[in-house]
C-alpha cells in the first residue's frame, strides 16, 4: 500500500453539545463532511461520548474513517480532546468523565437539547446532565488519564480568547501532549517544538470541513480502527502535518 495524504478534521460536536445545532446529527455532519473531501473525522462532544456508536456506522455507510472522544473542560476551564481508536474506548472514557462531572441539572429551555440519537435519527435519549461544565480533575490527571487508556490527549484551539491553554494558563504546562490544535498564524505562545493541528470545531452543519489537516497514512477505508488510529498517531510524533487554516 502506498502512502497518500489523509484530509482529516478531528474536533466536531454532534446535537449532543449544547452550544451545538439540533440539525447535527451524527449521519448529517458525516455526510457534510465526505461531501468537503474529508477522509478521517473524529466526534467530540462536550464532556460525553453517548452519540459515538451512532457516528460510528455513519462513518461506515458513509466512506469516511472515523475516530471517537471527547471535549473536556478540565478544572482550569480549558478545552482538550482525548481520542480513542474504538467507540468501545470513548464509551468507557466518557463513564470516566461523567463520574466527575458537576451534578448541575440541563436547562434546555435556556441552552438547547442535549440529544443522544442513532444512525437514523431516532431520539434515543435527552442527557438531562449539563454537559459544558468543568469536570474535577485536572488537566494533569485528564492527560494522564488519556495516555494510560492509549488515547491521544490534544489540548484544544489553544490560541482562542476563552477556554485554552493561552487564556487559561498563558503557557503550556510540563505535559508531553499528542499535539495541539490551533486556528490562526501565528500561534500567540511557545508551542515547545508540539506538531501542530487544526480542525473545524464544527457545531453547525456549515462548518464541518471549514479548517482540516493532512498527513500521510497507509490507510483506507478498509483498514482497521487500530490501523486508522495508528495511523494518526505516528504522523503526529512524525511531525508530518499540513495545516489547512484557512478551509
Keep these: ?6 484530509r482529516a478534521d ?4 454532534s446535537c449532543l453539545s449544547p452550544c451545538g445545532d439540533l440539525s447535527a446529527s451524527p449521519v448529517r455532519i458525516v455526510e457534510r463532511a465526505a461531501e468537503r473531501g474529508i477522509q478521517l473525522m473524529a466526534l467530540t462532544d462536550h464532556n460525553s461520548a453517548r452519540n459515538c456508536p451512532a457516528f460510528a456506522e ?13 471535549e473536556t473542560t478540565s478544572m482550569e476551564e480549558v478545552h482538550i480532546l482525548s481520542i480513542f481508536a474504538t467507540v468501545e474506548e470513548a464509551l468507557s472514557w466518557g463513564e ?9 441539572r440541563h436547562d434546555p429551555e435556556k441552552f438547547g437539547d442535549q440529544v443522544v440519537v442513532d444512525v437514523d435519527e431516532t431520539i434515543l435519549d435527552f442527557e438531562e446532565r ?11 490527571e485528564i492527560a494522564a488519564e488519556t495516555i494510560r487508556r492509549n488515547g491521544l490527549i490534544i489540548p484544544a484551539h489553544i490560541d ?3 477556554n485554552s491553554m493561552y487564556s487559561q494558563l498563558g503557557f503550556l504546562p510540563d505535559i508531553r501532549f499528542s499535539a495541539l490544535e490551533i486556528t490562526r498564524r501565528p500561534v ?8 501542530l493541528i487544526c480542525d473545524s470545531d464544527a457545531h453547525f452543519l456549515d462548518d464541518v470541513g471549514r479548517r482540516s489537516f493532512r498527513f500521510p497514512g497507509e490507510i483506507t477505508v478498509e483498514s482497521t480502527q487500530t490501523e486508522v488510529f495508528a495511523a494518526l498517531a505516528s504522523a503526529l510524533v512524525a511531525g508530518t502535518t499540513e495545516l489547512s487554516i484557512d478551509a
Excluded: Q
Aim: overall charge negative.
Design 1 to 6: 500500500m502506498t502512502k497518500t495524504d489523509i
Design 188 to 195: 500567540p505562545m511557545d508551542t515547545i517544538g508540539h506538531t
Design 130 to 140: 449539563y454537559l459544558v461544565p468543568a469536570i474535577e480533575a485536572s488537566l494533569e
Design 10 to 13: 478531528i474536533h466536531n460536536h
Design 160 to 162: 482562542r480568547s476563552a
Design 96 to 104: 470516566w468523565i461523567y463520574d466527575r462531572l458537576p451534578d448541575y
Design 58 to 70: 455513519a462513518c461506515r455507510r458513509s466512506g469516511v474513517m472515523a475516530l471517537f472522544g471527547t
